[in-house]
Nanobody
Framework: QVQLVESGGGLVQAGGSLRLSCAAS????????MGWFRQAPGKEREFVAA???????LYADSVKGRFTISRDNAKNTVYLQMNSLRPEDTAVYYC????????????????????WGQGTQVTVSS
C-alpha cells in the first residue's frame, strides 16, 4: 500500500505562485507514474500533470507553461510548482500514484491510478 499526503495549498492572489508537495510512504514511488488532478466545486476531477518513471512529463493544456511537475526520489516526494496562478485554478488538488509506467494515453485518466491523497485546497483570488 502507498499513502500519499499533499501539502502546500493555500490562498494566493492571481499571478502568484504555490508549490504543492505529495509525500509518499509505504513504498518507494521512484518508478511509479505520479499525477496531479484537481476538482473545482460542481465540476469533475480533471487532469493537471503527470510524471512517468523515466521522468517524462505531461500537462493539461490549461496549465502548460505555468505549472511544473517534478520528483525527488530521495525524499519519495513529488512536487507541483504552480506559477502565474489564475482564479480558474482554484480547486482541491489531489496527488495520485500508479505502480505501472502508464502510457501517455492513460496518464491523464484518473481511473488508471491506484492510490490517492486526501487533497489540498488551492484558492486564487482575483
Amino acid at each position: 500500500q502507498v499513502q500519499l499526503v499533499e501539502s502546500g495549498g493555500g490562498l494566493v492572489q492571481a499571478g502568484g505562485s504555490l508549490r504543492l508537495s505529495c509525500a509518499a510512504s509505504g513504498r518507494t514511488v521512484s518508478t511509479y507514474t505520479m499525477g496531479w488532478f484537481r476538482q473545482a466545486p460542481g465540476k469533475e476531477r480533471e487532469f493537471v500533470a503527470a510524471i512517468r518513471s523515466g521522468d517524462s512529463t505531461l500537462y493539461a493544456d490549461s496549465v502548460k507553461g505555468r505549472f511544473t511537475i517534478s520528483r525527488d526520489n530521495a525524499k519519495n516526494t513529488v512536487y507541483l510548482q504552480m506559477n502565474s496562478l489564475r482564479p480558474e485554478d482554484t480547486a482541491v488538488y489531489y496527488c495520485a500514484a500508479d505502480p505501472t509506467d502508464l502510457s501517455i494515453t492513460y496518464t491523464s485518466i484518473a481511473g488508471r491510478y491506484d492510490y490517492w491523497g486526501q487533497g489540498t485546497q488551492v484558492t486564487v483570488s482575483s
